[in-house]
Every structure is written in structure tokens, then in C-alpha cells.
């Protein structure tokens, strides 16, 4: 009967365990740093509104916009302008909505009384949304996501560089 040797098989990683854990640390410490993450997004959701209000809610209310003032425009003291911007007499209200954002979220506001009546059409004023709705900038914010998620991938893959 012939003599069975063993075999011998010898593996090498590359990168090697130790700096494939560092790499792995750090890609979950870049997303779980998620300020400018949602710093991100609120900005995204100030452009919507501002965009929206340069449209006059073409945005929110797509194919008709905000519902037209009733006399076809307003009166500036003894002159009527019929060429007045819906919700932009004084630019006060389009001004109002600053973005904000902490580590775990991101969103627009105003603080001005009579937003909300426009943007629910509260108290006899017709409904005028001035903010999005979620389905309105989920691709967006899938987008800014998506782009995050790779970066803390990027960030660490030049390390892979040193191993080939």
C-alpha cells in the first residue's frame, strides 16, 4: 500500500484580519456620524420649498399651483396689481422656513402664525402647501442617502490600495 503524505496548503490574507477590523470600524463610525447626513436633507427640503414658492405650488400642487387670488391680484394701495405672486406679497412667509437637523433627523418649518392656515387651508383661506410630502422628495432623500453610504465606503476602500 502506498504511503499517504499530507498536504500542505498555506493562506494569506490580504488585507490581513487586523486592518480588515480597522476598515470595518471605520466605515461604522462614518455612518454612524449622520449630521451632515441629515444636514443634507434639510437642505435638500429648503430648496424644495423655496422652488415651490419661485412656482407658486407647482410643486405641491402639480398641473394647477396654488389656487389663484380671487380678485386676479391685489391691491397696493391705490394701484391693483394683478401680476402679484401668490403668498409672496412681502416675502415674510417665504422667508420663514429654515431647515433644521440633529443626528437623527432633518426636516423645514415655519414659525409664522398664519403658515399653517395656508399650507392646511384653515380658517376660510384656500389649502396652499408650501411643504412637501413625503412622496414628493423620497427619491431625493434616497439619493442623499445613497451617496452617504457610499462615501463611508470610499472612504476606507484606498486602504484596500496597499494590499494588492
Do not use: C
Not at 502506498?2 to 488585507?15: T, Y
Not at 410643486?59 to 394701484?79: F, S, V, Y
Not at 401680476?83 to 423645514?108: E, M, N, V
Not at 410630502?133 to 451617496?147: C, I, P, T
Request: aromatic share 10%; hydrophobic share 35%; charged share 30%.
Amino acid at each position: 500500500m502506498a504511503e499517504i503524505k499530507p498536504s500542505h496548503i498555506s493562506v494569506e490574507l490580504k488585507p490581513p484580519v487586523g486592518e480588515l477590523r480597522k476598515m470595518h470600524a471605520e466605515v461604522v463610525k462614518r455612518l454612524r456620524s449622520t449630521e451632515q447626513l441629515y444636514a443634507s436633507i434639510a437642505v435638500l427640503l429648503d430648496r424644495f420649498v423655496q422652488r415651490n414658492f419661485k412656482q407658486e405650488g407647482a410643486l405641491t400642487h402639480p398641473g394647477t399651483g396654488w389656487k389663484t387670488l380671487r380678485a386676479g391680484g391685489r391691491w397696493k394701495g391705490k394701484t391693483f396689481d394683478s401680476s402679484a405672486k401668490i403668498l409672496q406679497d412681502t416675502g415674510r412667509l417665504r422667508a420663514s422656513f429654515f431647515p433644521f437637523h440633529d443626528k437623527t433627523s432633518a426636516g423645514i418649518g415655519s414659525d409664522i402664525p398664519y403658515s399653517k392656515p395656508h399650507e392646511e387651508g384653515l380658517n376660510g383661506l384656500p389649502e396652499r402647501r408650501m411643504l412637501p410630502q413625503e412622496k414628493q422628495v423620497k427619491e431625493e432623500v434616497k439619493k442623499v442617502y445613497d451617496y452617504y453610504v457610499k462615501q463611508a465606503f470610499n472612504a476606507v476602500s484606498d486602504l484596500f490600495g496597499r494590499f494588492k
